[in-house]
C-alpha cells in the first residue's frame, strides 16, 4: 500500500463543499424537443441538463470510495473530447447544396406552409464556410473551460494551483486545431478557478497523434474498416431502409422538394443544421421544426449504426487498435499506485488527455463499456430502442472518461466516470470503487496481449466483423 498523505480527509472535506446554486433569473433559452438526438453532434448540456442553468454546478457525490476505507485521491487521468466545433467540409458542402435545393427547386409556399417554413425558404442563408472546417467554437471553449472548473472543484488537490503553476499536470492533444484549442481552453479553466490569471504560466502541451488518433495509424484498421465497402453494409442497408425513407418522404413534403432530388445524406443534413445551430449560437434553428422525435430517433439510430460498425464493438480492430492509448492509461495508473518511500516525490497528481469521438468509442468498447447482448442492424430497429449503446449519451461534445485512482487503507482503489457519472466496470458490478488490483486482473488479457503493431500490422483474430457481442 503506499503511503496515505495530507489528504487523508478530503474526502469528509469535499462533502462540506456546497454545490453552486445559480443565482440567474434568466431562462434556459428555447431547446430543441429533438436536441437529445444528434449523435456525436449532441450538446453536453443534453447528457448534463444541470450545467445549462449554471455550467459550475458541482455534485460531489459522484466520488464514491467505499464508507470506512479512508481514501483520497492521489491521481486523475481525463480522455476528453474536443469541444462543440464547426461543421467539416463535407458536411458545409452538404449544406451548401440543400440550400441551393430550397432555393431554386422548392414549389412555392402553399397556404398551409407554417410560418417557420415560409421563414426557412426566404430568410434562412448558409453562413458556413469551408475555411471553418472543424475548428471549435467559442461555445466549444467554453464546454471545455467550465469542465475544468467542475473537476477542479472535485478534485483540489490534484488540480490545484500549485500543481499547474509548476506544471505537474500533464496535458496531451491531438495535432487537430479543435483539440490543440481545447486544451489550451481546459488550462483557461483551471487558471480562472484558481484566479491566477496575473502570473498565469504558458500554455504547455505535447501533441502525440500515436496516442490520441491512433484510428489513422493502424493499417488493419484502416484497410479492414476504413476502407473496406462491406464493412459499414448494415449502415448502407438502414440508409435506404424503410426507416428511413419514410423520413425522407415527410422532410420532403415539408420543404416542398421532389423526393428524387432530395438524398438521405441531404436529410442528414437538414438535421445536422438543427443541431449545429443549437450548439453553435445556442438557437432554435428554423430547420429542427422538420422533424419530430420519432424522425429524430431513426437519424440517431443511422448515426449509432455507424459508430458502432466503425468504431465500436461491430469490427474486433476497432476497439482493439486503441490498446496503445489502454496502455499508456494504465502505466500511468501503475506509476501513480506505485508503493515508494515517504521521501519520494509524490506521483503525477494528473493527466489530461483531449481527442475525438473517433479517440473515445474504441476504448470505451475495449473496456467494455455500453454493450448491449444484441448487435444493432438495419433490420432490427424497433427492437433497439432500449439500447445502451447511444452515442447522444456517450460522446457528446466535451464527453469525457475519467479515472480516479485514490490511496485507501486497504490498498489502492480505482473509480470509473463517464461525463461526469459514475460508471461501474462491467465485471466488477458490486462495487463503484474496486481494489486497483482487481481492476488489472480483470483486463489481465488486454494489459500482457494487446500489441498494437501486432493487431495493426500482423494477422490476428478480430480484424473482421464480429458476428456475436
Not at 475544468?148 to 496535458?171: D, G, M, V
Amino acid at each position: 500500500m503506499f503511503q496515505l498523505g495530507t489528504h487523508g480527509f478530503l474526502l469528509a472535506a469535499l462533502s462540506l463543499v456546497p454545490t453552486r446554486v445559480c443565482c440567474s433569473s434568466a431562462e434556459v433559452p428555447d431547446v430543441p424537443k429533438i436536441a437529445a438526438y444528434f449523435g456525436t453532434k449532441t450538446r453536453y448540456e443534453e447528457v448534463k441538463p444541470n450545467v445549462l442553468r449554471d455550467p459550475l454546478t458541482v455534485n460531489t457525490s459522484v466520488l464514491r470510495p467505499p464508507p470506512g476505507d479512508f481514501c483520497s485521491p492521489v491521481h486523475l487521468t481525463a480522455v476528453i473530447r474536443h469541444g462543440s466545433r464547426y461543421p467539416t467540409v463535407k458536411n458545409i458542402r452538404r449544406i451548401q447544396r440543400l440550400s441551393e435545393l430550397l432555393q431554386k427547386d422548392a414549389s412555392k409556399t402553399s397556404e398551409g406552409s407554417t410560418e417557420r417554413l415560409q421563414e426557412l425558404r426566404s430568410r434562412w442563408e448558409p453562413w458556413y464556410t469551408e475555411d471553418m472546417d472543424g475548428q471549435l467554437v467559442r461555445k466549444g471553449r467554453d464546454d471545455l473551460r467550465f469542465l475544468a472548473q467542475r473537476l477542479a472543484t472535485l478534485f483540489p488537490s490534484l488540480l490545484s494551483e500549485e500543481n499547474l503553476r509548476k506544471r505537474r499536470i500533464r496535458f496531451v492533444t491531438s495535432s487537430k486545431h479543435r483539440c490543440v484549442s481545447s486544451v489550451e481552453a481546459f488550462q483557461e479553466g483551471l487558471q480562472q478557478h484558481w484566479g491566477c490569471h496575473d502570473n498565469a504560466p504558458g500554455y504547455s502541451h505535447s501533441v502525440d497523434d500515436e496516442l490520441m488518433r491512433f484510428f489513422e495509424l493502424c493499417r488493419g484498421y484502416v484497410e479492414g474498416v476504413e476502407n473496406n465497402r462491406t464493412a459499414l453494409l448494415e449502415v448502407e442497408k438502414f440508409k435506404h431502409g424503410k426507416e428511413m425513407e419514410a423520413v425522407r418522404r415527410r422532410i420532403a413534403e415539408k420543404l416542398g422538394l421532389s423526393l428524387h432530388l432530395l438524398t438521405p445524406d441531404l436529410v442528414e443534413a437538414a438535421f445536422f443544421i438543427c443541431s449545429y445551430e443549437l450548439s453553435i449560437k445556442s438557437i432554435h434553428s428554423p430547420w429542427c421544426f422538420l422533424f419530430d422525435k420519432s424522425d429524430a430517433k431513426v437519424l440517431e439510430y443511422k448515426s449509432d449504426l455507424k459508430q458502432f460498425w466503425k468504431r465500436s464493438y461491430g469490427h474486433g480492430i476497432n476497439s482493439l487498435s486503441s490498446c496503445q492509448l489502454f496502455h499508456h492509461i494504465f502505466r500511468t495508473l501503475d506509476k501513480a499506485g506505485r508503493p515508494r518511500r515517504s521521501t519520494e516525490a509524490g506521483p503525477e497528481p494528473a493527466s489530461i488527455l483531449v481527442g475525438h469521438a473517433e479517440t473515445l468509442l474504441p476504448l470505451l468498447s475495449l473496456l467494455g463499456l455500453y454493450k448491449d447482448q444484441t448487435l444493432p442492424t438495419a433490420s432490427n430497429y424497433h427492437s433497439q430502442h432500449g439500447r445502451s449503446f447511444r452515442t447522444s449519451r456517450i460522446i457528446p461534445y466535451a464527453a469525457n472518461l475519467l479515472f480516479v485512482l485514490y490511496d485507501c487503507q486497504r490498498g489502492p482503489r480505482l473509480q470509473l466516470l463517464v461525463n461526469e457519472t459514475p460508471l461501474r466496470f462491467p465485471d466488477l458490478q458490486t462495487e463503484d470503487t474496486p481494489l486497483y488490483r482487481d481492476v488489472r486482473a480483470t483486463y489481465r488479457h488486454l494489459l500482457d496481449g494487446c500489441d498494437f503493431r501486432r493487431v495493426c500490422e500482423g494477422r490476428v483474430e478480430g480484424r473482421g466483423p464480429n458476428t456475436e457481442l
